[in-house]
């Protein structure tokens, strides 16, 4: 087993042990079909103990953070069992040597019993669930391989994370369908106890002329005859999600429920690092280990031209700062189109993620990102507000005096 030097350059990575694998068959997954970058025995998309073993005294030994963090994703990495996760922990604790270690771990819930969540509970694990919203939103796309929709099961999932004292928040996926119900999903997370809310865009980029075999969804620059999905979310749709949400949060519940987005738009309001790479001027920090210990660039490049290589062959460091991968990193910022880099918004976007960079501009540049006139109707929206809240952050007050400030301004008193 390598053992690996300290890491010149902060990175993250995602891991999946169980590959793609999944209980779920959710219409708009991207990550479903990466089974098809490892055609062998489905039961073979297991990640060994062997591996485990490596990557977990890698990521310790490289880390400079004083808290290492691994985040475990899938597919269902619970599919994995919990003899896997025990060894996690076994690993962690032999090569930790006292480090302070945390782990998060993202679920669909529908697999959750007691005995996970009292796992969870003993060893402080922070669990992301997907749940897109009240029934029919949750249902309406993530639905196991007969149709059947998902959202009882997770609820069920849901009440255990709750019963055990399992610190949780919520990713949501704003697709076709979600987008025009905001407030019944913004309401709903906030009665099922979310304190802290993602919201994730769908924006799925898939060549209709794909065979048996190849991967239907193609990254932004894919030279093939692409189109969007149905499932995609429309841009001004988005856009009047973020703002509809926006609008309740900002005079009811700054400072009690945390919006990601939100999040981002005013730490690069400030100048500070927002806490996620898809609003951060560069990205490539945030890698993927795949269940054989394959890299990749990125969750949403795994593909073949973004395979950094295996870990059995080359240490985390080499391959997460390797010149292709510092590269991938600053094209976000480099190969911005000029109506990007003329936009009075760029410092609180920063072209959003290069997978949706997928259309051209008024001028015919390639490289726009696809929800750029919903991004701009919502900064347009809320920059007030933001103004308001970073002033009062420089000044050392809470930010959450907006909400009086906004409710005011909204009435005219």
């Not at 990640?47 to 808290?67: D, F, G, H, N």
């Not at 009440?159 to 913004?186: F, I």
Request: glycine residues 8%; charged residues 20%.
């Amino acid at each position: 087993m390598s053992i690996s030097f300290p890491a010149k350059i902060p990175f993250s990575m995602m891991v999946k042990p169980m590959g793609s694998t999944c209980n779920l068959n959710c219409t708009y997954c991207y990550y479903l079909e990466k089974e098809k970058l490892y055609p062998a025995n489905p039961h073979q998309w297991s990640m060994s103990e062997e591996l485990l073993e490596t990557y977990i005294a890698q990521t310790i030994y490289c880390s400079r953070e004083p808290v290492v963090l691994f985040a475990w994703h899938g597919g269902e990495p619970i599919l994995r069992g919990m003899d896997f996760f025990r060894k996690v922990i076994q690993l962690q604790k032999k090569h930790g040597e006292g480090r302070v270690i945390e782990n998060s771990l993202q679920t669909n819930g529908t697999t959750l019993t007691d005995d996970w969540c009292g796992f969870f509970s003993d060893h402080h694990f922070l669990i992301g669930i997907s749940i897109d919203g009240p029934e029919d939103c949750h249902d309406h796309y993530r639905v196991y391989k007969n149709g059947q929709g998902s959202f009882l099961k997770c609820m069920k999932g849901l009440e255990l994370l709750v019963k055990h004292k399992v610190e949780y928040n919520t990713l949501s996926v704003v697709n076709d369908y979600t987008a025009k119900y905001p407030m019944e999903v913004y309401r709903f997370l906030k009665s099922i106890g979310s304190h802290y809310l993602q919201f994730l865009p769908v924006v799925e980029w898939i060549d209709p002329a794909a065979q048996p075999g190849e991967l239907r969804i193609q990254p932004a620059n894919s030279k093939k005859a692409a189109t969007v999905t149905d499932w995609t979310v429309d841009p001004v749709d988005y856009g009047d999600f973020l703002v509809r949400i926006f609008d309740e949060w900002v005079c009811k519940d700054v400072g009690d429920y945390f919006v990601l987005t939100f999040d981002c738009v005013l730490a690069n309001w400030m100048r500070v690092p927002p806490p996620v790479c898809v609003s951060a001027e560069t990205c490539g920090n945030a890698g993927v280990v795949e269940y054989n210990g394959d890299v990749y660039a990125c969750d949403h490049f795994v593909f073949p031209e973004y395979k950094l290589g295996n870990i059995h062959e080359k240490s985390l460091p080499t391959l997460m700062e390797a010149p292709f991968q510092l590269r991938f990193g600053q094209n976000k910022r480099d190969t911005l189109p000029g109506f990007c880099l003329k936009c009075e918004f760029l410092d609180l976007c920063n072209g959003e993620c290069p997978k949706n960079r997928i259309v051209n501009t008024p001028g015919g540049e390639p490289g726009l990102n696809y929800l750029c006139p919903g991004f701009k109707k919502f900064y347009k929206h809320t920059e007030t507000y933001f103004d308001f809240m970073a002033n009062e952050l420089q000044n050392k007050r809470p930010p959450s005096n907006v909400k009086k400030w906004a409710s005011a301004r909204r009435t005219g008193s």
